[in-house]
């Protein structure tokens, strides 16, 4: 059906028009009767339905309707199957529509800075790229069946402590490269209905009311068609905002908001144009969620098994050491209050009511040989030492045990950050008295972030279950007994220990939280500091091998406008079928810019029979190669090589190709007379003065009689040569007014000299 929604905005009085700007409650939009303008309802997001039918809260504190907890972020993430997390979110938007909701709140895409961040189980990665392509194929998701999403929290939500008044101080570069990608990829990709602007402040100016963010990038530059809403209470400055281009404030601010947006028209300062173009969008969006409703069905049992196949597909085997799969004839002991009550989603606005939840207790054949020890509960840190040795015992009397570990609630939630990486206590130190009578020992975790693991050496399997929404238990069961082949890959590094992490010294800070470690987070960081980590990025095991050859590139050639096409055959090397990421990241060699080591440009995942090979494609675009240049404003792709690599995780590289470009972009030439002789020597358009000046400092000096750096020019003599190469070194860090002082050039030469570098 056609409307004219500009038409129905003229028939629309200030004050229906200010009133269509704010929520009508917690989760409702206003309706204007006389007009046909219905009442909608937004609902959390992001991995199921939050609907709260009676009392409001963005807090999950008061119930929900009874729905479907899919596998939260942290897990999803881990699949790296864009399909999977596509029908995840067709699921999600089915639910939607059967409860009349016309916007999920959801995806949620902030990037994990820190291990520490209270919310990070609800995002999917440390990874800019990955991050976007999971959250487009959640939004395409989502959005077939006809309902709108929220791609959230935009951004640089990156700690829970202070959200709603602390600044993240963050450079244009480190924004545009690591924390704007995952929403542009999102919007550019998907187009989500609505964002949901952040808590926050970025560099002082609340997201809110952040016209460069919510319009010029977001809109101007990447193109967004729908509304942006709050979060939960983000207004600062209602009138403000509406000029920024926050067009909804939620949840209802009693009038206030509306009160404010009346006076501003009616005293001048806001254009009612402004108005009309906010309440434009927020009407198109209403109707074509209006327009697009249909009849459909709460199928809670077959999305519970969708959620289960989310989860197998996702959990992400770390270590076996021939422990795993566990053979129906082995006496196992199960051990720990996780394995009969799991963690399986975290605290606050994401938590459903989940209308059945699977244990791997409720899961397994009780005829099978199992014993099971609660060893430690579930919910607090107590060791309790008659527990302690009944699962000690139960451990000794078995074949195997396997230790269900985890965070409990308390441990990890929004609304506050964690204080430290490490598991409960108790847990840690009855993995170890269990290791000390039991060797074959297997640990399974329900976490929602990171933990430190200092039995790591001890345990000869770990199982990274993270909180695997309502079937985590039956998902577990089935891998750790090889029905199912595990295939998930780590969507963030494992550091051994907190203070490892980039941002350990400017975390949680309360005002401004300053992002010193810039571009180099998760394992840009770890690579450049060759660091050592418990489990890098993208790892994750499968109980067959494969086999990576034959690496080829549609073209060694190309320019910065161009896409090139990795190829790269994959064999299942062991007996049974298994699926398996092939990961493509780029190495810079260009030496344009200060650059991490590799970045993540590409991923498929692909089955593979036993013996089976095939050949997997990754196209890469012509921005994998660009770096963020803020003198430019823009994407720069410098000329060089780039070596192109494939790999099973960020640490397990296992071949690599190179790739020329031949860029036509050119950085902006700023010569003046601080410019140094390295500057002018490095750059193609200033070399040849540099290489003039350099000799005529060599004569100055007395310096052998080079033209250029050369090795072999170099003196043979040891003495000499450190001498040679300090001249080097100062001469190439001298700045030009400096052959001025020496007396080579005068002042207005060298002006003219500058004058005719820079035009030409
Ligand atoms: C959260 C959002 C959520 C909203 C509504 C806020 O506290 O930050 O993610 O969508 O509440 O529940």
């Not at 520490?116 to 939004?139: K, T, V």
């Not at 404030?249 to 009038?255: C, F, I, L, R, Y």
């Not at 290791?435 to 200092?454: D, F, I, R, T, Y």
Request: glycine fraction near 8%.
């Amino acid at each position: 059906m056609k409307r004219d929604i500009s038409a129905l905005v003229k028939e629309m009085t200030l004050e229906e028009k200010a009133g269509m700007c704010s929520g009508l409650d917690f989760w409702h939009l206003k309706g204007v009767e006389r007009l046909g303008i219905p009442s909608v309802m937004v609902s959390d997001g992001p991995h199921g339905l939050r609907k709260q039918d009676d009392k409001g809260d963005h807090l999950g504190i008061n119930d929900s309707i009874k729905a479907v907890c899919f596998p939260p972020a942290c897990l999803s993430a881990c699949s790296f199957d864009r399909e999977l997390v596509k029908e995840m979110g067709v699921r999600i938007g089915k639910e939607a529509q059967a409860e009349d909701l016309s916007v999920v709140l959801g995806p949620a895409v902030n990037i994990k800075r820190s291990p520490l961040c209270g919310r990070n189980f609800e995002y999917y990665s440390e990874d800019p790229y990955l991050s976007g392509e999971m959250a487009a194929a959640c939004i395409q998701g989502i959005q077939s069946q006809g309902v709108g999403t929220s791609v959230k929290h935009f951004a640089a939500n990156n700690q829970e402590y202070n959200r709603l008044s602390c600044s993240s101080e963050v450079d244009e570069r480190t924004l545009r490269e690591i924390y704007f990608p995952a929403f542009e990829t999102a919007v550019k990709k998907a187009q989500p209905k609505t964002v949901m602007c952040s808590y926050n402040m970025i560099n002082g100016v609340y997201s809110s009311e952040n016209s460069w963010l919510l319009t010029d990038v977001l809109r101007n530059e990447w193109g967004f068609e729908g509304y942006v809403m709050s979060d939960w209470g983000a207004v600062n400055e209602r009138v403000p905002g509406l000029k920024a281009g926050l067009e909804l404030e939620m949840p209802s601010s009693n009038g206030t908001g509306d009160t404010e947006i009346i006076n501003a028209v009616k005293d001048g300062t806001l254009d009612e144009a402004v108005l009309d173009r906010a309440v434009e969008r927020i009407l198109r969006v209403v109707f074509d969620y209006i327009d697009n409703r249909h009849e459909e069905k709460l199928e809670l049992e077959a999305d519970h098994e969708i959620a289960k196949h989310v989860a197998c597909e996702s959990m992400v085997l770390l270590k076996n050491d021939e422990m795993l799969p566990l053979k129906k004839d082995e006496k196992v002991a199960f051990i720990g209050g996780f394995f009969k009550t799991p963690r399986y989603q975290g605290g606050g606005s994401s938590h459903i009511n989940s209308f059945r939840v699977d244990s791997a207790w409720d899961c397994l054949d009780k005829e099978e040989n199992i014993v099971y020890a609660e060893g430690f509960s579930a919910v607090d840190d107590i060791y309790d030492e008659e527990l302690a040795k009944q699962a000690c015992e139960a451990a000794k009397s078995a074949d195997k045990a396997v230790i269900f570990a985890g965070l409990p609630d308390v441990f990890e939630s929004e609304g506050y950050d964690r204080k430290h990486m490490r598991l409960p206590g108790c847990q840690n130190r009855l993995i170890s008295e269990t290791a000390k009578v039991q060797p074959n020992l297997v640990v399974v975790l329900h976490n929602g972030s990171p933990v430190e693991m200092p039995w790591l050496s001890c345990a000869k399997a770990v199982l990274e279950a993270y909180l695997g929404g309502q079937a985590a238990g039956s998902a577990v069961a089935a891998i750790l007994y090889g029905e199912v082949n595990p295939s998930g890959k780590l969507a963030e590094t494992f550091p051994y220990k907190l203070s490892d992490n980039p941002s350990y010294l400017n975390f949680g800070c309360p005002d401004k939280v300053e992002y010193h470690e810039g571009i180099y987070v998760g394992y840009r960081y770890y690579d450049k500091k060759e660091m050592e980590v418990a489990f890098p990025f993208g790892h994750g095991l499968s109980y067959t091998t494969f086999e990576y050859s034959n690496i080829k590139l549609s073209a060694d050639k190309i320019t910065e406008k161009d896409t090139v096409t990795v190829s790269v055959d994959i064999k299942n090397t062991g007996d049974i079928a298994g699926k398996e990421v092939v990961q493509i990241y780029i190495k810079d060699n260009t030496g344009i810019c200060p650059c991490p080591v590799k970045e993540l440009k590409g991923f498929e995942k692909i089955y593979l029979e036993p013996g089976e090979t095939k050949t997997v494609e990754i196209c890469l675009d012509s921005r994998s190669f660009a770096h963020y240049n803020v003198d430019t404003s823009g994407w720069f792709t410098g000329s060089g090589d780039y070596d192109i690599l494939a790999g099973a995780s960020s640490r397990d590289i296992r071949l690599s190709a190179t790739l020329n470009i031949e860029s036509s972009q050119q950085l902006p030439l700023k010569v003046h007379m601080n410019t140094t002789l390295g500057e002018l020597l490095a750059d193609k358009r200033t070399r040849k003065y540099g290489l003039k000046f350099k000799h005529q400092m060599d004569v100055f000096f007395g310096a052998p009689g080079s033209t250029d750096i050369k090795e072999d020019s170099m003196p043979e003599e040891d003495g000499a040569a450190l001498g040679y190469a300090m001249a080097e070194a100062v001469a190439s860090s001298m700045p030009v007014r400096n052959l001025v002082g020496f007396g080579l050039y005068k002042k207005e030469e060298m002006l003219k000299l500058l004058e005719e570098m820079q035009n030409a």
